[in-house]
């Protein structure tokens, strides 16, 4: 199994507090995820905590995706992580940090994630998955810029 990884950073104009507020509303993600992927929550706590789970579902290149994932390493308002129970790859760990910088905070995403399917998830790797979530964390990164602003500096 290829393990690969996905990481960027943002600056965000707005206290660490409100960053982290932010992420703990589940009902955020679908502000922060490209509309063609269809996303919608199916379940999910008000507030998320350690060990809460959420499920929903999306739409990519025509085909229904399902996805539940479990919060964990809750630690606000500086980090927390979500990992993957169900859906489309059989390994996805997504680290979310906030860090205090000058007028604002640095926001930075980690996320290990492989695919399954053996030598047939390497190339779905190389000619679609990739560039999809390239596309969706560009997407995201917009979304939060519209939100917050992006510091100075």
């Given at each position: 199994?290829?393990?690969?990884?996905?990481e960027?950073s943002q600056?965000?104009?707005?206290?660490?507090?409100?960053?982290?507020?932010?992420?703990a509303?589940?009902?955020?993600?679908?502000?922060?995820?490209?509309?063609?992927?269809?996303?919608?929550?199916?379940?999910?706590?008000?507030?998320?905590r350690?060990?809460?789970e959420?499920?929903?579902?999306?739409?990519?290149?025509?085909?229904?995706?399902?996805?539940?994932?479990?919060?964990?390493?809750?630690?606000?308002?500086r980090?927390?992580?979500?990992?993957?129970?169900?859906?489309?790859?059989?390994l996805?760990?997504?680290?979310?940090?906030?860090?205090?910088?000058?007028?604002?905070?640095?926001?930075?995403?980690?996320?290990?994630?492989?695919?399954?399917?053996?030598p047939?998830?390497?190339?779905?790797?190389?000619?679609?998955?990739?560039?999809?979530?390239?596309?969706?964390f560009?997407?995201?990164?917009?979304?939060?810029?519209r939100?917050f602003?992006?510091?100075?500096?």
């Open positions: 199994m290829g393990v690969h990884l996905l960027g600056r965000i104009q707005a206290p660490a507090d409100e960053v982290f507020d932010f992420f509303e589940a009902r955020n993600l679908e502000e922060i995820t490209p509309p063609w992927l269809h996303f919608r929550i199916i379940s999910a706590p008000d507030r998320v350690g060990g809460e959420i499920s929903y579902r999306l739409r990519l290149h025509g085909i229904p995706i399902r996805w539940r994932s479990r919060i964990e390493d809750w630690e606000p308002p980090r927390f992580a979500d990992t993957q129970l169900r859906g489309p790859y059989s996805w760990h997504h680290t979310h940090t906030v860090e205090p910088n000058g007028d604002g905070v640095v926001m930075r995403d980690r996320v290990r994630y492989a695919l399954p399917l053996g047939f998830g390497e190339l779905a790797h190389r000619l679609l998955v990739r560039r999809d979530l390239e596309r969706i560009d997407y995201r990164r917009e979304a939060i810029e939100r602003g992006t510091a100075s500096g």
